[in-house]
């Protein structure tokens, strides 16, 4: 009698046990909810922060509220590089983090750091939404990650308190924060800028202190980390144009069923779109925003000059030369 009470026992443990690995994205009763933290850069009034909570809406209704995601916008986890770290370590789940962090992890990611490869966002979403896209996220998986999608961070400009950008010579002896990024640093050297790495939750205080003269990002983020209040010269130069991958550890990834893995990459798809679409409407705003906000803005009226100053930059990296020149190719 003992014998068979201790089978049924094992028996109802091994029930309990398939039950819960149902794959089914909407989840059951018996299925333990997934709880995810999402970290990303921007300000609450970024669009980064509304389309991560779209991607926590969709993913909480695709799997009926098994897996539900809390979003903590402004670095408050981690920035940059650390972010990554971060997911790699499981100290979080999900990081909506830059190519140019991202490229400390997954080399092969820093030939979208390149200068001027970019010639419009169109181009850029296409790209990497096709085949070198996935080549790149298959590059992320043998390293660790997943890449779920890739959302939109967008062409960067300089910005300084000392003088007008416009053309390279102007850029010479000044200290430039830059993202902790290889490509950058050399991009910067190039052009005879001083370049400085560090975290973006790191550079209001260094431009305040003039640790640096000035940094380079989005226009959004120039406009939500406040840069006005410390740098009076703007120059729109849409010098590199970086995405911004949504970020996840393969293993935490691969721990999900089949339905909830579909439901993550699905929702992150659609909440990138989203996201896209606010940034694109950003950038018809920002720029008046800026000069509103009594900056002196310049563009470059001479591309080709600054194009031809940061080709040296290629040839520091000939990692890169087949993945950059498939990049050129699909926009000629």
């Known amino acids: 009698m003992k014998k068979w ?19 089914a ?4 009763t018996q299925q333990q909810t997934v709880n995810l933290s999402l970290n990303h850069v921007g300000a609450t009034n970024h669009f980064y922060q509304d389309g991560s909570l779209k991607f926590a809406e ?37 990081a909506l983090e830059s190519t140019m962090a991202l490229e400390n ?37 043998d390293k660790g990650f997943k890449i779920l999608a890739w959302w939109d961070n967008g062409f960067r400009a300089i910005s300084n308190s000392s003088k007008p950008i416009k053309m390279p010579a102007d850029i010479r002896g000044l200290k430039i924060r830059v993202p902790e990024s290889k490509v950058f640093i050399e991009t910067f050297q190039t052009l005879g800028a001083v370049p400085t790495a560090m975290a973006v939750s790191e550079v209001f205080s260094a431009l305040q202190l003039h640790t640096v003269d000035g940094q380079e990002n989005t226009p959004a983020n120039f406009i939500n980390n406040k840069y006005a209040e410390v740098n009076r010269f703007f120059s729109d130069s849409k010098h590199i144009y970086t995405a911004e991958p949504l970020i996840m550890s393969l293993s935490k990834f691969n721990e999900l069923s089949q339905g909830q893995q579909e439901a993550l990459l699905n929702a992150a798809k659609e909440a990138g779109e989203y996201e896209r679409q606010l940034a694109l409407k950003a ?38 030369d087949s993945l950059r020149q498939k990049i050129q190719a699909a926009q000629q």
Request: aromatic share 8%; net charge negative; hydrophobic share 50%.
């Open 58 to 94: 969709l993913v909480k209704e695709a799997t009926n509220g098994a897996i539900t995601i809390d979003v903590f916008p402004a670095s408050q986890i981690a920035s940059g590089a650390k972010a990554i770290e971060f997911v790699q370590m499981g100290t979080l789940d999900i």
């Open 283 to 320: 950038d018809q705003e920002e720029i008046e925003i800026i000069r509103t906000a009594g900056v002196h803005v310049d563009t470059f009226t001479d591309a080709a000059a600054w194009i031809t100053a940061v080709q040296p930059v290629y040839r520091q990296f000939p990692q890169f």
């Open 25 to 28: 994205a909407s989840g059951s």
């Open 5 to 23: 009470l201790m089978v049924i026992s094992i028996f109802a443990v091994v029930l309990a046990g398939c039950s819960g690995k149902k794959d």
């Open 105 to 141: 992890f997954v080399p092969e990611a820093g030939v979208l750091n390149l200068p001027f490869m970019f010639k419009t966002k169109q181009d850029a979403f296409r790209i990497l939404d096709g085949d070198i896209g996935r080549e790149i996220e298959k590059a992320a998986e």
